[in-house]
């Protein structure tokens, strides 16, 4: 299959309403401006992303970092940036096409994403001077740096791995135009660790705001929005999360109590007392947890089959490849086993878990990349008939609709490590601690898989590093990841780690964003938390 020649769909109208006044009424005075312009955008037809500073969290119930208002079909993305003012345009990152200020105050702040053809409207006051107006009404200046280029080719795109990374990356794409080229070593897609009949997605709630809590809080909403295009991959039942011993529960209460990080709205998360819990979940846990209403059980490989599904994507399975970049097209080829090309296109996203690194010549350790190794018990599904949603903490345990219920998991490092037995009653303890009385249990089975874990637990989401380009290249100090060579149109969605289900689908649209040449959908801080160079970053600075 050869990359057809074709155009892409013009790129969405970006606009950007920031408020120079911290109080709620600037704030709903620009942002209703900002959406006017959006809405006369669409009414001609464009695709609109409205980012919206919001620092006092008026959209976002206070909750740190970026809230996504998808509208469907009419075309209108709003994003809503909870992040302190002064950092609203660094964490953003992207130029604006319309910026929305309130007044001449503003645009000090948010000067990075002003370029000569972004067109400005001040809310009030005066003219800022060197601004002009355009026919619109709209302002312009030309004291200011051009705007930078974005991605605007369409056609098709390989994905290497038909696990649910692979299909995450083939909707996502699809979503923006482009069509996947899905190439699989497994027999069928979802055939290695996304086999797994059900897992949990849920936000994994910290005292701090760390990556790994800002990447879940996100993907869990991402997800939840997911939910409505495959709702037979989802069950509606929230996860209940239970304190492993009294000293964590006291930490969860005190954290409540001080608002630590931030209040936690309700709707997605709330600290329940033991009875409380009991009640939730049915069965006799032994102390409190954080409930979260909104998240539940999901079927992973029967979402990645009605994803590929859904995105159109030309599937191979079967069929283990390696890439290669030919030097006189600039295309992608994916050689099989005698060196055939199997596909081929401009763009490339390796979404092949443990085995990513080795599919473009590159070594794990290049990514901080561990295999952990687990195994899931299935216990009768008659031993818990009262259980009624998911429970999770120090391990979990699921009901399945075929007459079992799942406990795990074990974590063995470059494993497997352990017996059956051992891995059996490792399952039975972690579980059994949930509980204050000890259930009659028999164990009628396992599932088994192995986890692509990055050595800080955070995914591998951007452009992939050029090996070759790399080994000739001398830093004096550390480099900043940027700073390394890529090999074009290389890219990589790997080490979801034990947490795919609750950020992957949101690491793919982060990913596809980046590809298509949209506005992000997630802060620049966070985003370098997932950057594929960070680990060879910290071992080319010595």
């Not at 080795?358 to 008939?385: A, N, Q, W």
Request: proline share 7%; hydrophobic share 45%.
């Amino acid at each position: 299959m050869t990359a057809p020649t074709s155009s892409a769909s013009p790129l969405p109208l970006h606009v950007v309403a920031c408020a120079s006044s911290p109080g709620v009424e600037a704030f709903e005075r620009v942002f209703a401006r900002a959406d006017e312009l959006a809405r006369q955008a669409l009414d001609a037809g464009r695709r609109v992303v409205l980012s919206a500073a919001d620092p006092l969290g008026v959209r976002t119930a206070g909750v740190p970092g970026v809230t996504v208002e998808e509208s469907g079909p009419s075309g209108l993305s709003v994003r809503f940036w909870t992040v302190p003012a002064a950092r609203f345009a660094r964490e953003l990152g992207a130029d604006a096409d319309i910026l929305v200020v309130e007044d001449v105050r503003a645009l000090g702040a948010v000067r990075p994403i002003l370029t000569r053809e972004t067109r400005v409207c001040v809310v009030s006051g005066e003219v800022p001077p060197g601004f002009e107006a355009d026919a619109s009404g709209l302002l312009g200046t030309t004291r200011t740096r051009p705007a930078a280029a974005r991605a605007t080719e369409g056609g098709e795109v390989l994905v290497i791995g038909a696990g649910l990374a692979g299909a995450f990356a083939a909707a996502a794409l699809a979503d923006r135009g482009r069509h996947p080229i899905v190439v699989d070593a497994g027999r069928a897609p979802a055939s290695e660790a996304s086999a797994l009949y059900s897992g949990l997605f849920h936000p994994h709630w910290q005292a701090s705001d760390s990556p790994v809590f800002q990447l879940t809080r996100a993907g869990c909403r991402a997800m939840a929005a997911l939910r409505s295009r495959v709702p037979e991959a989802f069950v509606d039942c929230g996860v209940l999360d239970v304190a492993s011993d009294a000293d964590e529960w006291a930490h969860w209460c005190e954290a409540v109590r001080q608002g630590v990080p931030f209040p936690m709205p309700e709707r997605e998360a709330r600290l329940v007392g033991r009875d409380e819990a009991a009640a939730l979940c049915g069965l006799p846990v032994s102390r409190g947890g954080w409930w979260f209403p909104g998240s539940g059980i999901v079927h992973p490989s029967l979402l990645a089959r009605r994803l590929l599904e859904l995105s159109g994507a030309s599937v191979l399975v079967h069929t283990p490849v390696r890439l290669r970049r030919d030097a006189a097209s600039g295309l992608w080829e994916a050689l099989g086993a005698e060196g055939s090309v199997m596909a081929r296109a401009r763009h490339a996203v390796v979404a092949a878990a443990g085995a990513s690194p080795e599919v473009f010549g590159m070594k794990r350790e290049d990514y901080g990349l561990t295999r952990l190794y687990g195994r899931i018990s299935l216990l009768r599904d008659t031993d818990l008939p009262t259980l009624k949603t998911a429970l999770t903490g120090a391990g979990y345990v699921v009901r399945l609709d075929e007459g079992f219920t799942a406990a795990g998991a074990t974590y063995e490092p470059d494993g497997p490590n352990l017996s059956a037995p051992e891995a059996h009653a490792h399952n039975l303890e972690v579980f059994e601690r949930l509980l204050d009385e000890r259930p009659e249990l028999l164990v009628g089975g396992f599932y088994e898989g192995e986890r692509a874990v990055p050595l800080d637990r955070m995914p591998v989401v951007g452009r992939l590093l050029a090996r070759e380009e790399l080994d000739k290249r001398v830093f004096r100090g550390r480099p900043a990841p940027e700073e390394l060579p890529v090999e074009p149109g290389l890219w990589g969605l790997f080490g979801l780690g034990s947490r795919g289900l609750s950020w992957g689908w949101l690491c793919a649209e982060v990913l596809a964003d980046a590809m298509t040449g949209l506005p992000p959908r997630i802060p620049a801080s966070l985003a370098a938390a997932l950057h594929p160079a960070r680990f060879a970053a910290r071992r080319a600075g010595g």
